[in-house]
C-alpha cells in the first residue's frame, strides 16, 4: 500500500504563488517505480488532469491550462512531490490532488489508471 498525504493549500489573492507538496509513504512505494500525478476538482466540475512526473526519469507532462505557470518536481529522498503554482488565476480555484500510478514508465494523464490517491488540499485564488 501507498499513502500520500498532500499539503500547502491555502487561500492566495490571483497573480500569487503557492506550493504544494505530496508526500508518499508505504513500504510498497521504494519498491516499484511511479508515475505521479496533480489533479483537481472545482465545485460542480469535473476532475481535470494538471501535470505529472515520472518518478525515476523525471519525465513531466502538463495540461494546456498550466503549462508555464505551475512546475512540478520531487525529492527522492523526502519521496515528497512537489506542485508549485505561480500566476495563480481564479480559475485555478479547486481541490487539488495528489496520485500515483504504479509501475509505470513515462508521465501520462490518464486519471483513471492511478491507483492511490491522496485526501486532497484546497486551492482558493481570489480576484
Known amino acids: 500500500q501507498v499513502q500520500l498525504a498532500e499539503s500547502g493549500g491555502g487561500l492566495v489573492q490571483a497573480g500569487g504563488s503557492l506550493r504544494l507538496s505530496c508526500a508518499a509513504s508505504g513500504r510498497a512505494f521504494s519498491s516499484y517505480n511511479y508515475a505521479m500525478g496533480w489533479f483537481r476538482q472545482a465545485p460542480g466540475k469535473e476532475r481535470e488532469f494538471v501535470t505529472a512526473i515520472n518518478w525515476s526519469d523525471s519525465t513531466t507532462t502538463y495540461s494546456n491550462s498550466v503549462k508555464g505557470r505551475f512546475t512540478i518536481s520531487r525529492d527522492h529522498a523526502k519521496s515528497t512531490v512537489y506542485l508549485q503554482m505561480n500566476s495563480l488565476k481564479p480559475e485555478d480555484t479547486a481541490v487539488y490532488y495528489c496520485?500515483?500510478?504504479?509501475?509505470?514508465?513515462?508521465?501520462?494523464?490518464?486519471?483513471?489508471?492511478?491507483?492511490?490517491w491522496g485526501q486532497g488540499t484546497q486551492v482558493t485564488v481570489s480576484s
Open positions: 496520485a500515483a500510478d504504479r509501475d509505470r514508465y513515462g508521465a501520462h494523464s490518464d486519471s483513471s489508471e492511478y491507483e492511490y
